[in-house]
């Protein structure tokens, strides 16, 4: 990934607050037909040895855990705030004119090699994880023990772990560092006027400032 120094992440905590925030990552692999991608939700999580940890499943159906089994290195990338920034927000716009438009965005990249997990004790670790992730803002969770056992355990024979100890990881927020504080007011003001998305990348913009 392009990583000019103004917008590397290295952090780790800044990244697993991403992916935890965002934890459908598309998953990359080598196949002897070329590149394979596939969205697919993850949990991370650090080991005692300080280890970064993804695990996730797929479909039984799907062959691209098949592809997996070769242990070769794959890669998962996840997608923080994004958005257009226009140059009629910056300030050097009324300025000189000499500007262009943009687009901003923070992301993490992880690379490690698979394992493909078949356990019933990992994979319904692996659900009620999951789950409880992005059940816990309900008014009422579900969990796995609202449905009956024997659909869960039959719904479990259809799919496949897949657990990535991290080798290499990057992160890149590319949020206005490299425009003055002026245009960087007016890139925040710009997208405060905008939907829910555009006020959720305005808050990374004014995290980044300075």
Not at 84 to 106: F, L
Not at 180 to 197: F, K, Y
Request: charged fraction near 20%; proline fraction near 6%.
């Amino acid at each position: 990934m392009y990583q000019p120094t103004s917008f590397r992440e290295n952090d780790l905590d800044s990244q697993l607050a991403l992916v935890r925030a965002n934890p459908l990552g598309l998953l990359i692999s080598h196949s002897s037909q070329g590149l394979l991608a596939d969205p697919v939700p993850f949990l991370v999580d650090v080991d005692r040895q300080q280890q970064v940890i993804l695990r996730a499943h797929v479909a039984r159906a799907n062959p691209h855990w098949q592809l997996l089994q070769r242990g070769q290195e794959c890669l998962v990338v996840f997608q923080g705030a994004e958005g257009y920034i226009s140059p009629s927000w910056y300030e050097s716009k009324r300025q000189h004119g000499k500007v262009v438009p943009t687009w901003n965005y923070a992301t993490v990249q992880m690379w490690g090699v698979p394992t493909v997990m078949e356990d019933p004790l990992w994979l319904r670790q692996q659900l009620a994880g999951i789950t409880g992730l992005n059940e816990n803002q309900q008014p009422q969770p579900w969990s796995l023990d609202d449905a009956p056992a024997n659909y869960i355990a039959s719904q479990m024979k259809g799919i496949v772990g897949i657990e990535i100890v991290v080798t290499r990881r990057e992160g890149k927020w590319k949020m206005s560092q490299n425009r003055s504080a002026e245009d960087v007011n007016g890139v925040i003001a710009g997208l405060r006027t905008g939907d829910s998305a555009q006020q959720q990348l305005a808050d990374e913009v004014e995290r980044r400032r300075g």
